[in-house]
């Protein structure tokens, strides 16, 4: 499977942006799908994960929690990130990534998912 991120941008804090990532190929519905972010200087970092069709799975980071929310469209192949109440350490860049084998301990790995997106860049401004 091949992945597009989308929609990043400059905000100011506290505002709100919807990350997009568009998938190609089969069997998507059956992925599991996750958003990292890589701040520079900075290791890769988990943000969210939602599981594929016959499983029930969203995890969040806690520095993310009740301000961003995973969503899945399987019809139309896309996994999009809702980002409120940015603040400047949301700054980064954001990839998706996808699995379709996925233990679901390992799905706030980076390591874990084998393929990626190639990264959209989210600056917040203070």
């Known amino acids: 499977v091949q992945l597009q991120a989308s929609g990043g941008g400059l905000v100011q804090a506290g505002g709100s942006l919807r990350l997009s990532c568009a998938a190609s190929?089969?069997?998507?519905?059956?992925?599991?799908m996750g958003w990292f972010r890589q701040a520079p200087g900075k290791e890769r970092e988990f943000v969210a994960a939602i599981s594929g069709l016959g499983r029930s799975y969203i995890n969040y980071a806690d520095s993310v929690k009740g301000r961003f929310t995973i969503s899945r469209d399987n019809a139309k192949n896309t996994v999009s990130l809702q980002m409120n109440s940015l603040k400047p350490e949301d700054t980064a860049v954001y990839y998706c990534a996808g699995d379709r084998n996925l233990i679901t301990g390992l799905a706030t790995t980076p390591n874990a998912y084998d393929y990626w997106g190639q990264g959209t860049l989210v600056t917040v401004s203070s």
């Open positions: 190929g089969r069997a998507f519905s059956r992925y599991f």
